[in-house]
């Protein structure tokens, strides 16, 4: 691993500079630290089809999370002039106020290094989405910078979307995902 000094300038988008870091160093990785201020968070709150979005002088607390070239997943929080704590996904439109500084640990080069389908060339995963649900671009997101293959699907007419499967089975949705993710069992998926 790797520690990559960024500087975000007064204007800057945070997550789009973060993308950016990821696809000129072809290296996945996540934030080691941030400090800074905002003068608008777009964040993604749990539940909610849109993203919220506050502006004003807000305080950096955190950015955790992790980038690669085919996307991040970042979750920020921060406070508001009334000591307000807020947060949520990071995404686009999350503008710094003076500057912010962050630390990126990048480990070794992705160029070569896609997800590969298990043993059966098929990938265990399927999943089934639609382009305009902000909870199937969570999902995408979440299955490549996890480094787990999968494969696009149609979705079922009769559910909502994203719709989850792992060798055949449904799983559930997005909500589902995150559970497994937090429970450590998205690992044997792996196939990086």
């Known amino acids: 691993m790797r520690a990559v000094p960024l500087h975000l300038e007064a204007g800057s988008d945070v997550r789009r500079n973060l ?24 964040f993604a709150c749990p539940g909610k089809n849109t993203p919220t979005i506050l502006a ?29 704590v807020w947060g949520g996904h990071l995404e686009h439109g999350t503008l710094v106020l003076r500057g912010a500084d962050l630390l990126v640990g990048l480990l070794s080069s ?33 299955l490549r910078t996890l480094g787990i293959a999968f494969v ?10 994203p719709q989850l499967y792992v060798d055949g089975i449904f799983i559930g949705g997005y909500n589902e995902l995150a559970d497994l993710h937090s429970r450590g069992e998205l690992e044997a998926l792996r196939s990086l």
């Open 56 to 84: 004003g002088e807000l305080e950096i607390i955190t950015l955790q999370g992790t980038i690669s070239p085919e996307g991040v997943h970042l979750h920020l929080s921060f406070s508001d002039t009334s000591c307000h």
């Open 152 to 161: 696009e699907i149609d979705p079922d007419e009769t559910g909502s979307v």
């Open 19 to 42: 993308e950016q870091l990821a696809l000129e160093h072809q290296s996945s990785g996540f934030v080691l630290s941030v400090v800074g201020n905002l003068s608008q968070a777009a």
């Open 110 to 142: 992705t160029s070569s290094a896609q997800p590969r389908a298990a043993a059966g060339g098929e990938p265990r995963v399927a999943i089934a989405g639609l382009p305009g649900c902000p909870f199937s671009r969570r999902a995408l997101r979440m």
